[in-house]
């Protein structure tokens, strides 16, 4: 690595006191290879030091292939090994690290999905068919519209206060303020009722409302805090966070698709116990009543373990917040960091706003034309089985989708924004059904249609609906995090929104003529606006933000700025124009120097018992004996502490 040794004379006759001698010069093949080791893991440089972005198609799809099939092989020993020493092991890791922090998620996903699913049970024959369904005679149409429009309110309305909170009171309490929301709101869902079926409609729908805000916290929240955990808290990036950050966030995220798969077996069985073994109409009052009411009662008391949990299990969960705040000397909400986000990052919150606005268009819009091949499937049709039989298809199609978005999503050669285009792309191809709808709706051709309805649920899956959740959060800084992807959520729901509006006005095959077009949008802005931020450190990203906000963004060398790592619209603007991976590998030394150095002041003033209380905010163990010695030897020859902004005096006691 000769390149990283040139940076300057180095002094014949004993020290430079000019401060331009570079301490590189003066390492050891074993320094040397410590540092490398440290500075520049194999999972993302090869045996030459050179970065996977650097090099050709060809050497990329060679050193992406190798690395997965080492990892693969890795992972597939440690869960042998857990098995051959206990084998339910596997299962409990597997619960403790996907389940767990997506239980929120899986909880909420149920709660909705059973909404959406209970609304035809109140509108069948023999239900509450006169409340629920047009003309409305026993309640006011307006209510029960307001079913749907208000639970897409209150989720907006949690999104962002939510996101907000978590920003500025930690990742902690933005948890456990969900989770005690959603329990109450399943209370006051599960025990709603009023004197006039009118009334009870009214509190259904404040309860949900209630309920919904729990529910938009859970984006920001989840999101953020299965992100910031995978990181950990040390100086050095780890492993699992550069090869499993994506897997980690999704696999919480799909615990939703679980939900929903739940909800409809729990919602048939319940109807068959219930309805005396049989799903046809007509279904009695006490029927439906113990149906709904059971099916609330039971996600209550998995949420209530839920607060519980993140109460007592999940203390930790705000510390890369506060560590960043610490750094920023921030104590309430970071609002300087947010007005330096979108000076830098705004065109980012197009792509993740735009495409979740997009995505959930298509998405709500999706759900609605099931019914259409039901319909010719089974004409005289007039029980809810049918219906809730293909959905519980369509959410096996969706998991699908989920698991194979889990697997794919680190994959360097695949990845977010490739992942998100094609998805989105075949989202847009639905549109075909819409020049030759009677032909598709024929009895004939049906099964063309049901194809495609499933095709579209299972790349929307693999495609925008797992991406928007995990790059909302993952392309913007520590501080506001939880607010921009409480925003980026936001604008998705109001997509749900409009097409919870927009499709009461319009007939189903004009409908199949919009729907599919915001596909085509979702994809455009992910092209243009989208940085792909597979395989990039996490913690480097928050590397060039301290440069940004210290206002020296031409001062910041790194893999951030890559043009690898970098949207469309800012390779034209020509923000990778400061990557410089030589300068970069000596800044990265400099900094950790001055890590080092407060790392012994700490040791020194800890003998003088002056800081006891901050000693395990310090992870002082990357400091090797070699990276020491070399420290130690070339102390006072360091390029300076103004080449970077995490080498300022005041700030070295907060370095991670």
């Known amino acids: ?116 699913n209970l609304k035809p049970l109140f509108q069948a024959q023999g239900s509450f068919a006169q409340c629920w369904k047009a003309p409305y005679s026993a309640c006011n149409a307006t209510w029960v519209a307001a079913v749907e429009y208000m639970e897409i309110s209150g989720i907006i309305v949690g999104q962002i206060l939510v996101g907000i909170l978590g920003d500025w009171l930690g990742r902690r309490w933005g948890l456990i303020q969900d989770a005690s929301i959603m329990f109450l709101g399943l209370i006051m869902l599960t025990a709603a009722w009023g004197v006039t079926q009118n009334g009870w409609v009214i509190c259904y729908v404040w309860s949900l409302f209630f309920y919904s805000i729990g529910v938009g916290g859970e984006y920001p929240m989840t999101a953020t805090s299965g992100m910031e955990n995978a990181v950990g808290s040390g100086k050095v990036s780890t492993k699992e966070d550069r090869l499993h950050r994506g897997r980690k966030v999704t696999s919480a995220f799909l615990m939703q698709g679980w939900g929903q798969f739940f909800n409809q077996v ?205 790059v909302a959060a993952e392309v913007y800084p520590t501080p506001i995090r939880a607010t921009a992807h409480g925003v980026s959520a936001a604008a998705g729901k109001l997509g749900a929104l409009l097409a919870s509006v927009l499709y009461n006005y319009i007939d189903t095959q004009t409908k199949f003529y919009v729907v599919p077009w915001f596909g085509l949008m979702g994809m455009l802005v992910t092209v243009l606006f989208l940085p792909d931020t597979t395989g990039l450190d996490l913690k480097e990203q928050e590397r060039r933000w301290h440069f940004i906000r210290a206002g020296r963004e031409s001062d910041y060398h790194g893999i951030a700025v890559h043009p690898r790592h970098l949207s469309w619209w800012e390779r034209w603007r020509d923000v990778g124009r400061y990557y410089d991976p030589d300068a970069d590998y000596k800044q990265k030394i400099e900094e950790m120097r001055a890590d080092w150095e407060a790392s012994e002041a700490r040791k020194a003033d800890e003998k003088a018992g002056a800081w006891g209380d901050d000693a395990e905010e310090h992870d002082d163990s990357v400091w090797s004996s070699d990276v020491s010695t070399f420290f130690e030897k070339t102390k006072g020859r360091g390029s300076g502490s103004g080449s970077s902004p995490l080498l300022e005096p005041k700030e070295k006691e907060f370095v991670e």
């Open 1 to 116: 690595m000769a390149e990283n040794r040139d940076y300057g004379p180095a002094a014949p006759h004993g020290p430079d006191m000019t401060g331009t001698h570079n301490p590189i010069h003066d390492m050891t093949p074993n320094e040397r290879q410590i540092f490398d080791y440290l500075l520049k893991p194999d999972d993302s440089y090869n045996a030459n030091g050179v970065y996977w972005g650097d090099m050709s198609w060809l050497e990329q799809i060679k050193f992406v292939s190798k690395g997965d099939a080492q990892e693969t092989k890795r992972e597939a020993s440690n869960v042998w090994s857990m098995f051959k020493k206990d084998p339910l092991s596997p299962v409990s890791y597997y619960f403790k690290n996907m389940v767990l922090p997506g239980a929120g998620l899986g909880l909420e996903g149920y709660v909705l999905f059973s909404i959406g």
């Open 266 to 470: 729990i919602l048939i069985l319940f109807l068959l116990i219930f309805h005396h073994g049989s799903g046809n109409p007509p279904y009695s009052h006490v029927a439906v009543q113990w149906t709904y009411r059971v099916s609330f009662a039971i996600p209550a008391v998995g949420t209530l373990w839920l607060v519980y949990y993140r109460t007592y299990k999940m203390k930790s969960a705000g510390k890369q917040l506060a560590a960043a705040k610490k750094k920023s000397k921030v104590t309430g909400y970071d609002t300087e960091s947010l007005k330096l986000t979108f000076t830098y990052f705004g065109p980012r919150m197009i792509a993740t706003a735009g495409a979740w606005f997009a995505n959930d268009v298509f998405f709500y819009g999706n759900k609605l034309f099931q019914s259409e091949f039901i319909k010719v499937i089974l004409p005289e049709n007039t029980s809810i089985m049918p219906g809730w039989l293909y959905n519980l298809i369509n959410v096996g199609v969706s998991l699908v989708g989920y698991y194979l978005a889990s697997f794919l999503i680190d994959n360097k050669l695949y990845g977010r924004k490739r992942m998100q285009m094609i998805g989105f792309f075949m989202d847009f191809l639905f549109v075909i059904p819409a020049f030759n709808f009677e032909h598709y709706k024929s009895i004939e051709h049906v099964k063309e249609f049901q194809t495609m309805y499933f095709l579209s649920s299972f790349f929307n899956q693999f495609g925008p609906n797992a991406v928007t959740f995990l």
